[in-house]
């Protein structure tokens, strides 16, 4: 990182709110020619920046690289929760330019057969870590990890493809989830996030279900009034 890098304090997550749903905004959402200005646009009402990685192996696309999001770190000092889907072959290589353009979050897969040795490396980086869990994957499966990361993401469609709607299980497994962590996590915050098929409809359900962040797309990026937008997700009851 260059020296205008800009960062929030060490202790961001702990200071995030806990009496209300949290916006984690998808960078895959703004404005791609224009990031920039989207990016300030949306900051007031942001409590974490999304940005997703992927390989077009692990995932069907190609997304955000480590340059752009160094060149964003000196747009916003809000957190960058940077979810790598990247084959087992390079994550943890990935993990590392990530960690030096600027994340302070990395999620990575349960998927990846290397996901215990890259939880490893993000918390040698002093970074904050997280778990992806994939449709397919039993949410039991997050247990092995729950003492290493700091947040627990539940896809709520299929893996890297945009515009598709919430799948029928995804509030169950909230639901699960948040169990999981309650039954197993104490003395710490061990945040639980939905992250696709993010709808007005949908939204209370995942609230309901458990979700404490959200990953805004196209709902926030598009909504005719950003302000009332984020008020709405504000005030939705928790379960």
């Given at each position: 990182?260059?020296?205008?890098?800009?960062?929030?304090?060490?202790?961001?997550?702990?200071?995030?709110?806990?009496?209300?749903?949290?916006?984690?905004?998808?960078?895959?959402?703004?404005?791609?020619?224009?990031?920039?200005?989207?990016?300030?646009?949306?900051?007031?009402?942001?409590?974490?920046?999304?940005?997703?990685?992927?390989?077009?192996?692990?995932?069907?696309?190609?997304?955000?690289?480590?340059?752009?999001?160094?060149?964003?770190?000196?747009?916003?000092?809000?957190?960058?929760?940077?979810?790598?889907?990247?084959?087992?072959?390079?994550?943890?290589?990935?993990?590392?330019?990530?960690?030096?353009?600027?994340?302070?979050?990395?999620?990575?897969?349960?998927?990846?057969?290397?996901?215990?040795?890259?939880?490893?490396?993000?918390?040698?980086?002093?970074?904050?870590?997280?778990?992806?869990?994939?449709?397919?994957?039993?949410?039991?499966?997050?247990?092995?990890?729950?003492?290493?990361?700091?947040?627990?993401?539940?896809?709520?469609?299929?893996?890297?493809?945009?515009?598709?709607?919430?799948?029928?299980?995804?509030?169950?497994?909230?639901?699960?989830?948040?169990?999981?962590?309650?039954?197993?996590?104490?003395?710490?915050?061990?945040?639980?996030?939905?992250?696709?098929?993010?709808?007005?409809?949908?939204?209370?359900?995942?609230?309901?279900?458990?979700?404490?962040?959200?990953?805004?797309?196209?709902?926030?990026?598009?909504?005719?009034?950003?302000?009332?937008r984020i008020s709405w997700v504000h005030?939705?009851?928790?379960?």
């Open positions: 990182m260059g020296s205008d890098a800009k960062r929030p304090p060490a202790d961001w997550l702990e200071k995030l709110p806990s009496d209300r749903l949290l916006v984690e905004m998808s960078l895959w959402s703004a404005d791609l020619a224009n990031m920039e200005a989207d990016t300030k646009r949306v900051e007031g009402g942001t409590d974490i920046f999304h940005l997703d990685a992927a390989d077009g192996h692990f995932s069907p696309a190609f997304l955000l690289f480590p340059d752009q999001t160094a060149r964003l770190r000196t747009v916003t000092a809000k957190p960058f929760h940077v979810h790598l889907m990247i084959d087992d072959a390079i994550v943890l290589d990935q993990i590392a330019q990530f960690a030096e353009a600027g994340a302070d979050l990395i999620s990575i897969h349960s998927e990846n057969a290397n996901a215990a040795e890259g939880l490893a490396l993000i918390k040698k980086l002093g970074l904050k870590s997280g778990i992806v869990l994939q449709l397919h994957t039993p949410v039991s499966a997050a247990k092995a990890f729950l003492d290493d990361i700091d947040m627990l993401t539940l896809l709520g469609t299929r893996i890297g493809v945009k515009g598709q709607g919430l799948d029928a299980q995804a509030t169950k497994r909230l639901t699960e989830a948040r169990k999981l962590v309650a039954d197993n996590v104490t003395g710490r915050r061990l945040i639980v996030a939905a992250d696709g098929g993010i709808r007005e409809n949908t939204v209370p359900d995942l609230r309901k279900a458990g979700a404490e962040t959200i990953v805004m797309g196209s709902l926030a990026f598009g909504a005719p009034d950003f302000a009332a005030g939705l009851d928790k379960a």
